[in-house]
């Protein structure tokens, strides 16, 4: 299916919806049935058709329909957030006594998931750098049970071979899992490299429109029903009608705003790159990226990610930076239309994470806007430095 298709008509059954252009919003939280037997019947297939919204819902299953085609899935879970998506697929694999193999720094709920909540019942990891493949293999034990890959992680954006990865994890049995959120399913497809589940943080470019949160799990028709038939169901994590209505209307234009978004960032990226105050760029598709040609093979294009090392003397003109901007918003998450700017020496104040990441690293999103006119309010900030 071509991605127009997708996009504007997959999973909208307007016959029967009185020609409605936009899907209906099925607002209910249950369905009625005519007698006992339709009642019985549904009840036997309460994942596939509607009963409880907390299950299966049309506009929910108009949104999964779209999401599983553009990362090439069988299947797809749309839940009420990214760590809900993460920990509900995670704990899909693994139970007490088995053992993960996760990337070094990845998303920061994702190192608590496996650090903090599934340590408690048993389960151990192994973090190591996956910029080299052999690393997972050296990892591997007996009770490994799963592989975890973030490529690029949406701080450093640090790749991993994927196919070599997947190699390795079938030879021994391994599932792996990858968040893809830093690419969205138009910039990689994970799973037609063999990855078992694919994890999207909806609340990016999914939605694009900073007015939803949600979380994306793609894969094989088997995992995702079990999936739904356990995690899914029994946590209750499940988005709103409403919200996936929102988020449908979002994918219409992620193909236009995901190419606006990487060409103005390599623009921008360009000419941070060259910037004498600038010590170091990470973004995948930079000249002086040791891993271009590893982006070139898995990706179509660079996200709208990147990080910048500024050379400053102390936190204070790393302030003044940041605080100097008029263009960038400061805040978290990306993938809308506004440009983000992230200063790490906040996450000083988190009492929930540690940074690893050097103080006067910053993570800028570019959105929507002109590029010459993000470009020249860096370039005045970057003066007072």
Excluded at 50 to 63: D, K, M
Excluded at 199 to 206: D, Q, R, V
Excluded at 263 to 291: G, M, W
Aim: hydrophobic share 40%.
């Amino acid at each position: 299916m071509d991605i127009s298709y997708i996009l504007n008509h997959l999973g909208e059954e307007r016959d029967e919806y009185y020609g409605s252009v936009a899907p209906p919003i099925f607002q209910s939280s249950n369905f009625c049935f005519k007698n006992v037997a339709e009642m019985r019947e549904k009840l036997t297939r309460e994942l596939e058709t509607p009963f409880y919204t907390r299950g299966y819902n049309p506009t929910v299953a108009t949104l999964r329909k779209k999401l599983a085609a553009l990362e090439k899935a069988e299947d797809a879970l749309v839940f009420s957030s990214g760590s809900a998506a993460v920990a509900a697929a995670v704990m899909s694999v693994v139970k007490g006594g088995d053992h993960v193999i996760c990337v070094q720094k990845p998303y920061s709920w994702t190192s608590n998931l496996l650090t903090k909540y599934l340590a408690k019942y048993g389960v151990t990891s192994t973090f190591v750098d996956g910029r080299e493949a052999d690393n997972f293999e050296k990892a591997i034990r007996p009770e490994t049970r799963l592989i975890y890959l973030e490529s690029p992680n949406s701080l450093t954006f640090e790749m991993q071979d994927i196919e070599a990865v997947v190699k390795i994890a079938k030879a021994n049995g391994i599932v792996t899992i990858m968040d893809n959120s830093y690419n969205s399913p138009l910039n990689q497809n994970p799973v037609a490299m063999g990855v078992d589940l694919v994890l999207h943080s909806g609340t990016k470019y999914i939605n694009g429109h900073s007015d939803v949160v949600c979380g994306v799990v793609c894969g094989s028709r088997e995992r995702i029903m079990k999936m739904m038939a356990e995690e899914y169901m029994t946590i209750g994590s499940c988005i709103s009608p409403h919200d996936a209505a929102l988020i449908i209307r979002g994918l219409r234009t992620i193909e236009l705003r995901v190419n606006q978004s990487a060409v103005s960032t390599k623009k921008v990226a360009d000419f941070l790159e060259k910037h004498p105050k600038i010590k170091q760029l990470n973004y995948p598709f930079s000249s002086n990226n040791p891993q271009l040609e590893l982006a070139k093979k898995q990706m179509k294009q660079g996200g709208g990610l990147l990080s910048i090392v500024i050379d400053a003397e102390n936190e204070a003109a790393v302030e003044r930076f940041c605080d100097s901007l008029k263009r960038f918003i400061m805040a978290t998450s990306w993938g809308g239309h506004e440009s983000l700017i992230f200063p790490l020496c906040a996450l000083a104040a988190s009492k929930s994470f540690e940074n690893p990441l050097p103080w006067n690293m910053v993570r800028l999103y570019i959105g929507l806007e002109d590029a010459d006119l993000l470009i020249e309010d860096l370039e005045q900030a970057l003066e007072k430095v």
